[in-house]
């Protein structure tokens, strides 16, 4: 009997190999063999066409109840600084026309149509709204469950110290089910580190979680927020549930502050998340790499007060890290590739993710000769699987998929 999630694809390339046959038993990759075009009765048969087999794409870093993604183009609003896109949002997301909930959605069905199979989104935990946004990412990661795998962050967007209340605020929302507690620049924003890592490391401590902490700070300020990060986290025990995100120092530092930090994070395994892109120093990929330490990427905002720009594909956000990081060759783009799915799979510590026998058959095909090739043209995704489901076709969710939505 043929089951929804047990397939063949036929006749799809993994890396720079000849045609395969993927077989798929009860959403795992079962085998892997010589390309077959036999169709033996009694089982799916799915023709990739040639096409390039790539593993899900992991968007470690997100917002998606800030966006507004599917909405009116709304004209960049804000100030030239962190501190203004802060009030200016708070400002305006009380006048958007539609609930979170919905432009929230909009932006999954998209994610999934670009073949990300997994993601972290940090959620505002701030006020007036309380946990409001909380409970709606809460109920979409629910309502997602079969379609992508979500993490999500409870976010002290305005500060833990200079908001009366938050750190109980952050509490509530990790004890009603976010999977990480947040933070942000301890000196230069909350100017006070010791009452913001006081705060977040109680409530992982308590709670039994991991910490992934926006650090825009640059040059002084920001290394001194990250070598407390790493003594914190040696302190409490919490080496490999740690996450900086952005990290800026690191991209903008001497050499050797750079090694002092790089050999740190490695014996920590602190992870570095980053967007890539804009006009902050990028840390370098390579480099953090070689010396051991994890770094992965995310698309950050999208389509929201503090930006125009995202369209939630992570091969683009790969392209854009590539771009910015100076690569050209075929294993330089593997690596940007990397970044944007086996690093962030492994740093959101997701079991079975990649194309081997065993792993979960989170992929999707696309027309592009190697890797590289698809990192630097982005195609369209013909097929998006999740758990051996086929979910979704030239970017578009199927109709199935759909109808397990609602
Ligand atoms: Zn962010």
Redesign the pocket.
């Known amino acids: 009997m043929a089951h929804e999630n047990s397939f063949q694809l036929q006749n799809v390339r993994i890396g720079s190999d000849p045609p395969v046959t993927v077989s798929v038993r009860d959403g795992v990759i079962a085998a892997i063999s010589e390309n077959t075009t036999d169709q033996p009765s009694g089982l799916t048969i799915i023709d990739g066409a040639d096409g390039l087999l790539l593993p899900a794409l992991v968007d470690g ?1 997100m ?1 998606v109840d800030k966006t507004l993604f599917g909405q009116p183009w709304l004209p960049y609003p804000a100030g030239p600084d962190r501190d203004s896109r802060i009030e200016t949002e708070k400002k305006l997301r009380g006048e958007f026309a539609a609930p979170v909930e919905e432009r929230a959605a909009a932006l999954l069905r998209q994610v999934i149509g670009v073949g990300t199979g997994a993601l972290r989104t ?1 959620v505002d935990v701030d006020l007036p709204i309380g946990l409001d946004h909380m409970h709606a990412i809460l109920g979409l990661r629910d309502r997602f469950k079969d379609f992508l795998d979500i993490q999500i962050v409870a976010f002290p967007q305005s500060g833990i110290a200079r908001c009366p209340g938050m750190a109980d605020l952050l509490e509530a929302a990790v004890a009603e089910g976010a999977d990480l507690v947040g933070g942000i620049d301890p000196i230069g924003f909350d100017e006070n580190l010791t009452v913001h890592y006081d705060t977040i490391f109680g409530i992982a401590e308590r709670h039994g979680v991991g910490i992934d902490i ?1 650090l825009h700070d640059a040059g002084p300020t920001g290394v001194e927020e990250l070598e407390a990060l790493i003594e914190r986290t040696r302190a409490a025990g919490l080496e490999g549930q740690v996450t900086a ?1 952005h990290a800026f120092c690191v991209g903008g530092c001497d050499e050797r502050t750079f090694e002092r930090l790089a050999a740190a994070l490695a014996e920590t395994e602190i992870c570095i998340a980053t967007h890539g892109g804009g006009a902050s120093p990028l840390p370098p990929v390579k480099k953090l790499r070689e010396r051991g330490a994890s770094i992965f990427a995310g698309n ?2 999208i389509r929201d007060t503090w930006t125009p720009y995202g369209n939630g594909d992570m091969l683009e956000r790969a392209m854009l890290t590539a771009w910015r990081s100076g690569f050209r060759t075929d294993t330089d783009l593997e690596i940007a590739l990397d970044l944007a799915s086996g690093a962030g799979a492994k740093a959101l510590g997701l079991d079975g993710h990649g194309l081997d026998v065993g792993c979960a058959a989170d992929f999707f095909v696309v027309d592009a000769d190697t890797p590289a090739h698809a990192v630097a043209d982005r195609p369209v995704r013909r097929m998006v699987f999740k758990r051996g489901r086929l979910v979704a076709r030239d970017g578009t969710l199927t109709e199935a998929a759909e109808a397990g939505l609602r």
Request: aromatic letters at 0%.
């Open positions: 870093h917002h940090h926006h995100s950050d905002n």
